[in-house]
């Protein structure tokens, strides 16, 4: 069975910190939040699994190493 660690902490911050704390006028303005948080949480943030990078600097410095990989090959 896999480890759905990250799943859970992801899933209560989300509830935490952003579905609990808005009362929703429509779908389309739940996305608008919902969206509005993900870019945060994604580009801002810090995250400790990633050694203190955001998850886009994270992707952003993966890529820049396998670049770097391939083209040692």
């Known amino acids: 069975m896999p480890d759905n660690g ?6 209560g911050r989300l509830r935490d910190e952003c579905l ?3 009362l929703f006028r ?15 949480y994604n580009l801002n943030r810090p995250h ?6 955001t998850p886009n600097e994270f992707a952003t410095r993966s890529q820049m190493d396998h670049n770097m990989n391939s ?3």
């Open 6 to 11: 990250f799943v859970e902490s992801f899933n």
């Open 26 to 40: 429509s779908y389309r303005h739940a996305r608008e939040i919902i969206e509005d948080w993900r870019i945060d």
């Open 20 to 22: 609990n704390e808005h």
């Open 48 to 53: 400790t699994s990633l050694d203190g990078l």
């Open 71 to 73: 083209a040692s090959l």
